[in-house]
């Protein structure tokens, strides 16, 4: 039987508890991870232009450490990854995320939580980071998650092993 994980990212519980439901639903795994360095509440302040996510999120070029305490993902055939939305965009430590999972061979959703903001464009950060590092791996359209309803509906519609 085909076996799945899901992954989250989740700084105030939000998305925590949409992929406690999404792994549910699909009978699956579930980690949690962290960034090497933790938010803090003032990192997270995006009325300030000069907080840590502010200017990590603005700047194309940074680079954010995500902590190497993430599962062995070999053993699966799905991986779905949750996070919240920052800036329209998941928060950048995905994208090293994406890096150190090796992700060929892996068929990929990807949910997040957001006040409002849609997938769209998260979605182009994802796949750059999959064309970036030459990933053979089915990459399944992301949405916003806020409710059973939704939840069901993106669930049923999957493409997974
Ligand atoms: C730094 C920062 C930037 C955010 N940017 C957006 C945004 O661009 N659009 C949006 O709809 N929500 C934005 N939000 C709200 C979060 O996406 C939303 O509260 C999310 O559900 C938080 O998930 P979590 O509790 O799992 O961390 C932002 C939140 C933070 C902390």
């Known amino acids: 039987m085909a076996k799945t994980l ?18 549910q639903k699909l009978d699956a795994d579930i980690a949690e991870i962290h960034a090497a360095q933790p ?16 200017i990590e999120q603005h700047d194309h070029n940074s680079r954010v450490a995500v ?3 993430f599962p062995d ?19 950048r430590m995905i ?12 068929n990929l959703a990807l949910f997040a939580t957001s006040g409002g903001t849609n997938y769209d464009r ?3 950060f994802i796949e ?16 916003v998650l806020n409710n059973a309803g939704q939840i069901d509906s993106w669930v049923d519609n999957l493409s997974l092993a």
């Not at 993902?73 to 928060?91: E, K, L, T």
């Not at 994208?95 to 892996?106: H, Q, R, S």
């Not at 980071?129 to 949405?143: C, R």
């Open 128 to 143: 750059r980071a999959i064309k970036e590092n030459n990933y053979d791996t089915k990459v399944n359209q992301g949405a």
């Open 73 to 91: 993902i070999s053993g699966y055939d799905n991986i779905v990854i949750g996070h919240p939305i920052w800036w329209a965009i998941p928060p």
């Open 39 to 54: 938010y803090t509440a003032a990192d997270l302040d995006w009325h300030d232009s000069t907080s840590r996510t502010s």
């Open 122 to 124: 998260s979605q182009s």
């Open 6 to 23: 899901v992954l989250y990212y989740s700084a105030t519980n939000t998305t925590k508890k949409i992929a406690e439901k999404v792994a």
């Open 95 to 106: 994208a090293d995320l994406i890096d150190k999972l090796d992700l060929n061979g892996k």
């Open 67 to 69: 902590k190497e305490d």
